[in-house]
């Protein structure tokens, strides 16, 4: 896992690499984006197990070491999202986030209309970083390490077959930093018996 400060976040968080940003003191927020291919027709519902591809884009010389899709523990989400490529249904058939903690609002949800999927996708509205229900808050956090999955119903169709299908999934997070260390602090050298002051 690393994180970065501000004046080094020059480009999008890397899922992969679990990297996080510290943009509020004490705070480190982390970007999820995975996907679960499609390789064939798809009917009756059912579960789609995402991953976080391998930035390592070849797969003829040695397997790819893609990483499981899981949400830690202590995670706070606050936004998901979902989207589809190649991707079409039958009617009004849906694909949606699951597997987070059940909060209203925090599992995106993409329905098709006649067949076709809305090309922007779906998100779930950034309400903010409050945890209070009765704010109408958006967040969910999670007391334990949750596999997230894309769930969809009825039929999901490959549109061209030459070319590849797939569902991705976004889940935006932030969990509390650790505690500051040495690095933290400027401590002034010590001084040993017999050196001036």
Known sequence: MTVIFPGNYVSHLNAYKEQGVVALPGVEFYKL????????????????TLS??????????????DKSFIVPAGSTVYRTAIQVVNLK???????????????????ASLAASSGVFPTAGATTSFTGLDTDADNGSNVSVESSAKTITAVYSG??????????????????????AGAPDADDVHVGYQIEAGQSA
């Open 33 to 48: 984006v995975g996907i679960a291919k499609v390789t064939s027709n798809l009917s009756g519902g059912g579960t789609l």
């Open 52 to 65: 976080i591809p391998s930035p390592d884009l070849r797969s003829d010389d040695k397997p790819r070491l």
């Open 89 to 107: 249904a039958a009617g009004t058939e849906t694909v949606r986030v699951d597997g987070l903690t059940t909060t209203a609002g925090t599992e």
């Open 155 to 176: 039929t999901l169709s490959i549109v061209d077959t030459s070319e590849q299908a797939y569902v991705i999934v976004e889940v935006c997070y932030y969990k509390d």
